[in-house]
């Protein structure tokens, strides 16, 4: 298997050289690397995949997803501490009032 780190993305071709594994954040590729805080549009996430089946010579027409993972930002009335005030959980783990 050759392995390659691009701009945060690590990349894995497997033995049978019809498998490429890539993994890491869009955002960050598109960002050359260096964040993910900045808004991220659809037009973005479109150029970003041109951009890597170019650099790594796929067809994104024919690429398989096997996994997902996507954030959201909202915005909240008030201060980030009575936000946090009021979690009632995080990951799998439920908080007492005022821990968050």
């Not at 930002?73 to 439920?94: I, K, W, Y």
């Amino acid at each position: 298997m050759n392995a390659a780190r691009i701009r945060e993305i690590g990349t894995h071709v497997e033995s049978d050289g019809e498998t490429v594994t890539i993994e890491g954040s869009l955002h960050k590729f598109a960002n050359d690397g260096l964040n993910n805080y900045d808004d991220f549009h659809s037009s973005r996430l479109l150029a970003t995949i041109g951009e890597m089946a170019d650099l790594w010579g796929f067809d994104p027409r024919q690429a398989q997803i096997r996994s997902l993972e996507f954030g959201a930002n909202f915005r909240v009335e008030g201060t980030a501490a009575a936000f946090l005030q009021n979690l009632v959980a995080h990951g799998t783990r439920s908080l007492p009032r005022g821990e968050g």
